[in-house]
């Protein structure tokens, strides 16, 4: 009995999982100089929706978990309007992790966070802001008027705070 439960357990959460495999090769990037980002809406940790401002002039992107835990850590020895206070969005990619994974503890924990996160859930979403990047890095976009003037890729918390509070 108990090995009929815990393969009826076993299969639901790996069925819980999202194992279907989507297609995103072939794929446009999104993070190309040039392009804009003007109309650009995302749902935060609190799954409000966020459109970019036309006075941002800075994205963040954590597409990994590393550097996601970097921009996070950093992001939590600020105060709360630090993001804004220099016109900077925060995007976090959590396409990858399970949904079980993502509903049990990845969203939950986002929630104890002081600053905004906009999340890219979903791997059709991700997967053009991902495209052509090293992933493992953070990803800072400049912007003018909506507008990709800039993309360069860092590793560490003074990076990523020189970025922001560059003028």
Known sequence: ???????????????????????????????????????????????????????????????????????????????????????????ADVSAAPSIIKSLFILPGLKDFKHTVLLLNEKTTAAPFRKGLDTEKIVLVSLREGVIEKITTVSTDKELQSFIEAN
């Open 1 to 91: 009995m108990i090995k009929i439960i815990t393969a009826i357990t076993l299969a639901l959460l790996f069925a819980a999982c999202d194992s279907k495999e989507q297609n995103t090769q072939d794929v446009k990037a999104k993070l190309v100089m040039g392009t804009s980002l003007s109309g650009l809406t995302l749902k935060d940790q609190f799954e409000v929706e966020h459109t970019l401002k036309a006075t941002t002039t800075k994205v963040v992107f954590a597409l990994a978990k590393a550097s996601a835990h970097v921009c996070n850590d950093f992001f939590e020895t600020q105060k709360p309007t630090y993001l804004g206070d220099n016109n900077t969005e925060f995007i």
